[in-house]
């Protein structure tokens, strides 16, 4: 990474999908800072982390939907969630997170426990991040308030006259067809929504510095539909495509704008709650 896409004047960065992140990650630990990377892929990724750790489940992000992602499950004595299509006669726990609140409310105190969850998008780009050496967390529209109070604490424990913190959003987009990138719009929303609430909460120590122009445009792109975000949910291209294939609970779920008080922190390879 060349220093002028480094974004490096600045607190708050962002930049799309694993390998840019990841990218801005390495460039700022090899640079002395300490690093907190924010996922956020609305519909389903870090909605279903945040529904999850709701339901004390500690969720397991996997980077392959293949015959290994079974093997680690097993492995972890978890529960591997399968593509949403084969859960939808037999039931199941998916990328999905109706089907995972579902599965935590079932029976006493929930039979789940541990979720392998395989994802191209949210668990790829978790993974890489954590090994570029950035702490990283789930951020969705469910809970960024409560992520960008838990990042005011991460921000003022950084030791004195070390290198400042870099706080990394990540909208993690989708896939087209042949496997490039596609910047989907929940997440810039969901990345703008984190980066508008922590400016907020900041109040007058949100100094010039804070965003940089990309996570600026971020919130900006947010703060065009906070007062309508359901009905954007519904309309954007990811939003009709689960709507139009019988996953509407789904999009209802990822638009509970500030329904969770709890931030999924990945440590030793999994998503566990902590309190915003």
């Known amino acids: 990474m060349q220093p002028w896409h480094s974004q490096d004047r600045f607190v708050v960065r962002l930049d799309w999908g694993p390998g840019a992140a990841e990218s801005l990650s390495t460039y700022a630990v090899d640079a002395g800072s300490r690093v907190c990377a924010v996922v956020v892929d609305v519909l389903s990724f870090t909605t279903c982390v945040s529904v999850a750790v709701d339901a004390d489940i500690r ?15 097993e492995s ?5 969630a399968q593509a949403r299509s084969a859960t939808r006669r037999s039931g199941g726990v998916s990328l999905s997170p109706a089907s995972i609140r579902a599965a935590g409310s079932s ?28 702490e990283v ?17 991460w921000l003022e424990s ?17 896939r087209w067809p042949d496997g490039s990138l596609r910047p989907a719009v929940e997440d810039l929303w969901g990345a703008g929504a984190v980066v508008a609430a922590l400016a907020a909460a900041l109040g007058h120590r949100a100094g010039p510095l804070l965003l940089s122009p990309e996570a600026e445009a971020a919130g900006a792109a947010w703060l065009a539909v906070e007062e309508r975000v359901g009905e954007a949910l519904h309309d954007c291209a990811s939003g009709r495509e689960l709507i139009e294939q019988g996953w509407a609970s ?11 008080q709890g931030v999924p922190v990945l440590a030793d390879g999994a998503f566990t709650g902590s309190r915003g």
């Open 250 to 260: 789904d999009v209802e779920i990822a638009a509970e704008l500030d329904g969770s």
């Open 76 to 80: 972890l004595g978890a529960t591997l």
């Open 137 to 153: 967390v789930a951020a969705s529209l469910r809970n960024r308030s409560a992520v960008a109070r838990w990042l005011i604490g």
């Open 107 to 134: 029976g006493s105190g929930g039979s789940l426990r541990d979720l392998v969850l395989p994802s191209p998008n949210g668990s790829t780009t978790s993974a890489l991040l954590a090994g570029a050496g950035a």
């Open 59 to 73: 969720v397991h992000p996997y980077r392959w939907k293949d015959e290994s992602a079974e093997r680690f499950a």
């Open 158 to 174: 950084a030791p004195r006259g070390s290198a400042p913190p870099a706080v990394i959003v990540v909208p993690s987009g989708e």
